[in-house]
């Protein structure tokens, strides 16, 4: 809540690109963070085949919030850990 009430104090500090660039950006954390966290990995692939979700209020993108459209959310964060948990699977 805190970072969604100050949404607009930092915008002037977010790349221009970003819209293009998150998903990359996002993948490469996630890869990272699970690469260097030893415990984590096990957990992500004990979810088997389950759908995986960011139940975010406030986020449409990242999340699966309504949008202002009444939209389910993306729930991009989810798909991209079910993604890395496959890229995990065809390695074992």
Do not use: C
């Not at 699970?34 to 995986?52: H, M, R, S, Y």
């Not at 975010?56 to 989810?78: E, H, I, K, Q, V």
């Amino acid at each position: 809540r805190l970072a969604n009430s100050r949404n607009g104090v930092y915008k002037h500090q977010i790349r221009r690109d970003w819209n293009t660039v998150k998903d990359g950006v996002m993948r490469r954390a996630l890869r990272a963070k699970f690469d260097q966290n030893p415990a984590l990995k096990p957990l992500l692939l004990g979810t088997g085949a389950a759908i995986l979700e960011e139940n975010s209020p406030y986020d449409s993108y990242w999340g699966t919030a309504t949008d202002p459209s009444g939209n389910r959310g993306m729930n991009m964060l989810g798909t991209m850990l079910e993604q890395l948990r496959v890229e995990y699977q065809e390695e074992v």
